[in-house]
């Protein structure tokens, strides 16, 4: 078949495809800021508080590694029956999700829902860059960018009413049905002719990938906690991680058909998008995993209000995704892309500035500010990426740009949830009563729930506060870095696409 734009222009059935696009991503997306807000309550039910970040890395390793890899078999076997695949891992992951009895089956069960994560984002926005021409795609990845948005509107809100009604269990089970109706709709409607592709699958660089990011992952969750940072055993992993993904990368240049494509890199453009879709990736995971803790742990909210916070992200989201299609018409990528840069600025130096004495409107004002910059970057990157690679490398384009945000957001929650165990521990520690001295990470479960916390000790309450404000703090400060970071690399994208 030819895969030209005109025949994708002529295809009927682009609405309902749309439709089914937008919920695939919809399920995928609500799933960070659903399960974000539920956490609190989990932690309660299931303790195991210094587990915490491993429930998101755990999901966010699966679904970095896998994009790569499924972004390459959607451009071999077509765009459905991979994201078939994918889709149907992930609800899998969610039903036994809502089975888990304790932290630790919690985390087994996220591996195989990330492990068919990793399909559902990239494929569906790559299936809108081949129905759609170039100058269609602008407005319509600001449609998709917008259901990052929506989803946090709804991820939050929904989530605090099941934990507080029907059970956190539910969190998870609210995408079975999504998911098998976006599959329906796109079986239906979505036709592909795909030509026979013989190119051989890179399973080598998948299993290089997995295991020099599982290294590090796991050093970097459990450094300064089980692993002391500068022991021989922190430094041997270290090493070991960087070889493997040193040997990646060689294999990947060498490779007659890569999983992930470094020649599209020599595009400054496309290179730019990726280091700084890997910046926002950290300091969106470092806002959307701790805020509702700091909210429900240390100003003492409900996880409503907690949800809420972030809904404001969603709000900015939608709303700036929606501008950025048409600012990309209007004076181009480049100065939307700085507008957002700016934006992420603003939205993370103000929690840095946040005190528990605000209340809950500080963080819904910062949380706007993120999710504006948000909207506007991640438009501009896809749209770009999407219209400077043919469609034989759509697929692995899209998926790369996606793997570099995954990575941050990986990576991130890794290091953030190791700084902060670290720093709790430490304050606990360095605390002049006995009481508080002997406490362990965990210890911070009961500031999670209401009636666990109004049995604390008022001494020894303040105590705990105070040691995760102080942890949240730094978390916060490293968010903000980011966002410097991701403003002055911003700076060297082409100002003439």
Same mark, same amino acid.
Request: proline share 4%; hydrophobic share 50%; net charge neutral.
């Given at each position: 078949?030819?895969n030209s734009e005109?025949e ?15 919920l695939a991503m ?6 960070a ?5 539920? $956490? ?11 587990l915490?970040?491993?429930?998101f890395?755990s999901?966010?390793? $699966?679904s ?5 890899l ?13 994201l ?8 899998i ?11 630790e089956?919690?985390? @087994?069960f ?9 399909a ?9 860059g081949?129905?759609y021409?170039?100058?269609e795609r602008?407005?319509?990845q600001?449609?998709?960018s917008? @259901?990052w948005?929506?989803s946090?509107?709804m991820?939050?809100?929904i989530g605090?009413?099941l934990?507080e009604t /029907? ?7 609210? +995408?079975?049905p ?17 030509? %026979?592709n013989?190119?051989?699958i890179d ?6 990938l997995?295991?020099g990011l599982?290294?590090?992952l ?13 022991s021989?055993?922190?430094l ?8 493997? /993904? ?12 890569p999983?992930?494509?470094f020649?599209?890199?020599? +595009? ?10 890997l910046?926002t ?10 805020l ?5 742990? @240390? ?12 809904? &404001?992200?969603s709000?900015?989201w939608?709303?700036a995704?929606?501008v950025a ?5 209007? =004076?181009?990528y480049y100065r939307t ?7 992420l ?11 528990p004495?605000?209340?809950p409107?500080?963080?819904t004002?910062?949380?706007?500010f993120?999710g504006v910059g948000?909207?506007?970057t ?6 770009? /990426?999407q219209?400077?690679v043919?469609? %034989?490398?759509?697929?692995?384009a899209t998926?790369?740009?996606m793997?570099m ?5 990986t @990576?991130g929650? &890794?290091?953030?949830g ?5 720093s ?13 001295q002997?406490l ?14 109004s049995?604390i ?8 506060q105070i040691a995760?404000t102080?942890?949240l703090?730094?978390?916060y400060?490293i ?5 410097v970071i991701?403003l002055?690399l =911003? ?6 696409e």
């Amino acid at each position: 078949m030819s895969n030209s734009e005109h025949e994708h222009r002529g295809l009927k059935y682009r609405p309902f495809i749309l439709a089914a696009v937008m919920l695939a991503m919809f399920v995928g997306a609500i799933e960070a800021t659903i399960v974000s807000t539920a $956490m609190p309550a989990i932690t309660a039910d299931l303790g195991g508080f210094q587990l915490y970040s491993w429930v998101f890395s755990s999901y966010l390793l $699966m679904s970095t590694v896998t994009v790569l890899l499924y972004g390459k078999l959607s451009d071999i076997f077509g765009r459905k029956p991979v994201l078939t695949l994918g889709m149907s891992l992930f609800l899998i992951g969610s039903i036994l999700c809502g089975f888990a009895e304790s932290m630790e089956w919690l985390i @087994v069960f996220r591996f195989i829902q990330g492990l068919g994560a990793g399909a559902v984002m990239p494929i569906a926005s790559t299936i809108v860059g081949d129905i759609y021409s170039k100058e269609e795609r602008a407005k319509i990845q600001g449609y998709l960018s917008s @259901v990052w948005g929506i989803s946090a509107v709804m991820g939050p809100a929904i989530g605090g009413l099941l934990v507080e009604t /029907i059970g956190w269990q539910y969190v998870f089970w609210i +995408n079975v049905p999504l998911g098998i109706l976006s599959l329906t709709v796109l079986w239906l409607f979505l036709k592909e002719n795909v030509e %026979k592709n013989t190119s051989p699958i890179d399973y080598k660089g998948a299993v290089l990938l997995s295991a020099g990011l599982t290294i590090l992952l796991y050093l970097l969750v459990e450094g300064g906690i089980s692993i002391p940072w500068l022991s021989p055993t922190a430094l041997i992993m270290v090493a070991v991680s960087a070889v493997v /993904i040193v040997l990646f990368v060689r294999h990947e240049l060498a490779a007659p058909d890569p999983m992930m494509p470094f020649s599209i890199w020599r +595009n400054r453009a496309i290179f730019i998008a990726n280091i700084v879709s890997l910046t926002t990736g950290v300091l969106l995971i470092g806002i959307s995993s701790y805020l509702p803790a700091f909210v429900t742990g @240390v100003m003492g909210e409900s996880a409503t209000i907690a949800g809420f916070t972030l809904t &404001a992200m969603s709000v900015g989201w939608p709303i700036a995704a929606t501008v950025a299609g048409r600012l990309l018409i209007k =004076i181009g990528y480049y100065r939307t892309s700085l507008i957002g840069g700016v934006s992420l600025i603003i939205g993370s130096l103000l929690f840095v500035l946040m005190e528990p004495e605000y209340g809950p409107l500080w963080p819904t004002v910062s949380s706007f500010f993120v999710g504006v910059g948000m909207g506007l970057t991640t438009t501009s990157f896809i749209v770009s /990426i999407q219209s400077s690679v043919p469609w %034989k490398l759509r697929g692995a384009a899209t998926a790369a740009n996606m793997f570099m945000r995954n990575l941050g957001s990986t @990576v991130g929650v &890794a290091l953030l949830g190791g700084i902060l165990n670290s720093s709790i521990r430490s304050s606990f520690e360095n605390n002049e009563n006995p009481e508080v001295q002997s406490l362990g990470v965990d210890a911070v479960n009961r500031l999670l729930e209401a009636e666990q916390r109004s049995q604390i000790e008022p001494g020894v309450l303040e105590q705990l506060q105070i040691a995760m404000t102080d942890g949240l703090n730094i978390v916060y400060f490293i968010v903000f870095a980011f966002a410097v970071i991701s403003l002055l690399l =911003i700076l060297f994208l082409p100002r003439n696409e």
